[in-house]
């Protein structure tokens, strides 16, 4: 049997009440561990969808949540803020799947170098990723203009979080994430076409 | 050019107020709105010129992401070098919507080198399939039959899919070995006699094995047969009955039995009638189709007769002795009853029908032909 390389959920649940509760640094202990489970969960989960349902990042994030997160004793700020780091590691994830996709297809015979990577390997269509890095870099662009306004793109479209959750996470009403979201969307797209 | 929370926030009000007004009207509403900053009016309108574009570019988007992420590439389950367990893969063996089954082999030594993996696929998360693994743990001690592929173990992957571990057998799908051979009735029947034996083993044990199809049933090259796969099988209590409620069919469809398709609950009776089904591809080739008049005797029967009479001739191209061919049918017929309680009550039962058939026309008493273990 294979053991488990896993960090206990314990650990976790105490960088997530602190970066609850404002705790910035406590985001840098989290990013990783969430985004390796993100990545575990992708590949897990495929499986798990096979003809039945399809898979989208909601469930992925939903899903991870809830394997991490075992025993229900997490608030609901808290889970707003686990879904937080969650969406940036999805958007991470899937940048560098595309970012992989790119380099195989176009450096032609480059071999995964580890089992990890085959197994947790997150396979996009040419077409996604090359879109997907395209939305990335304007969202960078995005990023330097406005802080918030990226933070709520990550949130709703990459960790596909509701409305109310997105506020909770970031601390701003829903109907300033409604209005930003709309507004963040647009702007985005118009600087992919320019 | 850094824009701050408040300016998003102005913009974002003036978008929202004009984007569920006409075009025409947006000059109109910013204009009365107080908002002097020309930049940020002129990002307003550039904004809300794409406003229905940008959510269908995002929504398309969003479903790219979707439909790559939930594709399936059997390729991509498990390959060559993948490690389950102490188990390392050698090739796929075959694939289901349910699980692959891989040859592997044993990294430590232990004496048996290879084995075949059966990687479940939907089954951890999945309450009724986890359930059923769990069962299945606990089959693999009650199993031991040469005729039945061996169970090593189960686990669980580092991604969380339950395997099972099980003696790698190299055979064919009992219909193909029988046409590779070119073996006669006689044999045929002999061959299929391993079956019973096996199965009511594992009756004994109170287990249903629920899938008996050729596929599950391989023979080696020195003859003999192995069951595999109880795979959905359960443990049954001491009335025959299935103890895991049955929440769907989970089997092969064209093996079903009319109770399993009715979604009823799956008895060792329903092993019988996919025995018959078995038996009846083996010795005619064709599959059988349960009819309603299936059991009804106002002289469909006789119908019924005549065609497999025809199917037997063609088969072996030769003419079997009238009352042989009335014994074997009625046989047929009886396991594959549309009602389970009409079948053989249980596998030694077929088993001593056929036995008394064989003996029969052969003119010899018969002896089972020794398994040999894996």
Redesign the interface.
């Known amino acids: 049997?294979?053991e488990?390389t896993k960090v206990s959920d314990k650990e976790i649940k105490n960088y997530l009440e602190e970066f609850s509760k404002g705790n910035k640094k406590a985001f840098d202990k989290l990013f990783p561990l969430v985004y390796r489970e993100l990545r575990?969960n992708?590949?897990?989960l495929?499986?798990?969808?096979?003809?039945?349902?399809?898979?989208?990042?909601t469930a992925?994030v939903h899903e991870t949540y809830l394997k991490i997160i075992r025993s229900g004793s997490v608030d609901f700020k808290s889970r707003t803020h686990f879904y937080f780091v969650a969406s940036r590691a999805m958007r991470q994830i899937?940048v560098n799947a595309s970012l992989k996709k790119r380099t195989l297809s176009r450096g032609g015979n480059e071999k995964p170098r580890s089992?990890d990577e085959?197994?947790n390997f997150?396979?996009?269509?040419d077409?996604?990723s090359e879109?997907?890095l395209l939305?990335n870099d304007a969202l960078k662009k995005l990023e330097?203009?406005?802080n918030?306004?990226a933070r709520i793109v990550e949130c709703r479209?990459f960790g596909g979080m509701s409305v109310e959750e997105t506020a909770v996470a970031l601390d701003i009403s829903p109907a300033?994430v409604k209005?930003?979201w709309?507004?963040a969307?647009?702007?985005?797209?118009?600087n992919?076409?320019s | 050019?850094?824009?701050?929370?408040e300016?998003?926030?102005r913009?974002?009000?003036l978008?929202?107020i004009c984007?569920d007004h006409p075009q025409e009207k947006w000059n109109k509403i910013l204009s009365g709105s107080g908002e002097k900053n020309s930049l940020i009016l002129k990002e307003v309108i550039?904004?809300?010129n794409?406003?229905k574009?940008?959510?269908i570019?995002?929504d398309s988007?969003?479903k790219?992401?979707?439909?790559?992420?939930?594709?399936?590439?059997p390729q991509?389950?498990l390959?060559e070098?993948?490690?389950v367990?102490k188990f390392r893969i050698i090739e796929a063996i075959s694939r289901s919507?349910m699980s692959g089954v891989y040859l592997a082999e044993s990294t430590d030594g232990s004496f048996n080198r290879f084995v075949a993996v059966k990687v479940i696929?939907?089954s951890?998360?999945?309450g009724r399939r986890h359930k059923n693994f769990k069962i299945e743990k606990h089959i693999l001690k009650c199993i031991n039959h040469p005729n039945i592929a061996n169970y090593y173990g189960t686990?669980?992957?580092?991604?969380?899919?339950p395997f099972i571990v099980m003696e790698y057998i190299k055979g064919l799908p009992v219909d193909r070995y029988c046409e590779e051979n070119q073996l006669d009735l006689y044999n045929r029947l002999l061959l299929y006699i391993q079956i019973c034996d096996a199965l009511q083993h594992a009756h004994n044990n109170f287990i249903v094995h629920r899938d008996i199809k050729p596929g599950n049933i391989l023979v080696t090259d020195d003859g003999t047969i192995k069951l595999l796969d109880f795979g959905i099988s359960s443990i049954t209590d001491r009335k025959g009955k299935s103890s895991v409620q049955e929440t769907g069919f989970s089997g092969t469809i064209s093996y079903a039995s009319p109770e399993q398709l009715d979604g009823r609950a799956t008895t060792p009776a329903s092993d019988i009638y996919q025995m018959g089904k078995v038996l009846y591809l083996i010795i005619t080739g064709s599959n059988y189709t349960l009819t309603e008049d299936h059991n009804k005797d106002d002289g469909s029967g006789e119908n019924r007769f005549l065609n497999f009479s025809a199917d037997l001739r063609k088969k072996f191209q030769k003419t079997y002795p009238l009352p042989l061919q009335r014994d074997l049918h009625s046989i047929l017929v009886k396991s594959m009853s549309i009602n389970p309680e009409l079948r053989h009550l249980n596998a030694t039962s077929l088993k001593s029908d056929l036995e008394n058939l064989v003996k029969l026309f052969s003119g010899c008493s018969i002896t089972r032909p020794e398994g040999k273990p894996g």
Do not use: P
């Not at chain 1, 997150?122 to 269509?125: C, D, H, M, R």
């Not at chain 2, 050019?1 to 929370?5: H, K, P, V």
């Open positions: 049997m294979v488990k575990k992708a590949h897990k495929r499986f798990r969808f096979f003809d039945l349902e399809t898979l989208n990042t992925l899937l089992l085959i197994k997150i396979q996009l269509s077409q996604t879109e997907l939305v330097n203009e406005n918030r306004q479209f300033t209005r930003s709309n507004v969307r647009t702007w985005l797209y118009n992919l076409k | 050019m850094r824009l701050s929370d300016t998003w926030d913009i974002s009000h978008f929202e984007q550039e904004l809300l794409n406003n574009q940008a959510r570019y995002f988007l969003r790219k992401i979707e439909t790559d992420l939930s594709k399936q590439d991509d389950f390959r070098g993948d490690f367990g919507g696929r939907l951890c998360l999945s686990g669980v992957t580092e991604e969380g899919f």
